[in-house]
């Protein structure tokens, strides 16, 4: 069996944010052995899994896409939305628009040090939609 | 209940091409709520979802990805099978084998710029092979 | 139909490490079609699917990422856990945490050169688990 729920998520600004709680409190009862499947409908924005506590991993995340993609790129092509866009786009791609994450006795089984990130990429991206999908 | 659909494609050379269009159109009629895996069978092509309007995009996915990984890098040990062949194989675990996307009103659920890129790292890549999977 | 796994992996050093058969052979009988999904628990680690053949490939893995993501970058904030942690994170993230790989004939259905790669990004990281989940 399976089930959508859509999440409409508030806007964030450029940044790496913590978004594990937000999300599950937006889930059903969850099955007792299943799969929690998170796509995120957009090209400039990411979803990823990494550290849940300290807030400078996800600023030293910033630091480091930003150097190894820098917004405006001499060698781009795509211009015209802003230094920003071609830049987001890679950094989409590099950390990917979904996530497959187990459900094992009832909830999401993440790691102890496991937190869902938003990825936001763009300097005003707006609210941004998810697609989780229950499969039990 | 899962089903799976292989799907040949044409070769494609070295760059990043949109083939959104070309897998639905392989695909059975699609259940009203699922998830749709795709999962390249190769090491040194892959798939990601990006922009699906502006070719330059996709050129710049090239320039990008050409300068970070570069082919015939001085330290790569993993050189008999040409200068592409290494570059190839990170580029593919940078961007990843396969993708999975929800499937809502009987569609695969994609934002309204998100498309499917073949990545094909290698000169001459030749035909690749994709396994569809169907879960609903 | 879901069922879940938990493997626990013996401790392996920094470095890319082929674990396929060692996945495989803690799996149940496989289904006809379905999906398998293997996420590693933590932060500092990944999976990858590449290249089955050749070390060389693994050991120019190292090489590209410990040159793209440098242990202890001097802009790094994040740096009481030791100069390999916050790279480590950086790097669970350009890798993943999941693989979903299909399931067809009974059989996870890898390409012939296809293997699974844990991606331990710490020096002394200890043992990892992860969780496999089969749909069927």
Not at 51 to 67: G, I, K, M, P
Request: hydrophobic share 40%.
């Amino acid at each position: 069996m399976v089930r959508t729920i859509e999440i409409k998520l508030p806007r964030y600004g450029r940044g790496y944010h913590l978004i594990t709680a937000e999300i599950f409190a937006r889930l059903p009862k969850l099955p007792e052995n299943g799969l929690l499947n998170l796509f995120i409908k957009h090209t400039s924005a990411a979803l990823t899994i990494n550290e849940n506590a300290d807030l400078d991993v996800r600023l030293d995340f910033a630091s480091f896409f930003d150097r190894v993609v820098p917004d405006g790129a001499s060698y781009f092509r795509h211009v015209d939305e802003g230094e920003d866009d071609m830049s987001a786009h890679i950094k989409a791609s590099l950390l990917g628009a979904s996530l497959t994450i187990p459900i094992r006795g009832g909830r999401p089984d993440l790691g102890t040090w496991q937190g869902i990130y938003l990825c936001e990429f763009r300097n005003d991206g707006g609210s941004r939609r998810i697609t989780a999908t229950i499969v039990e």
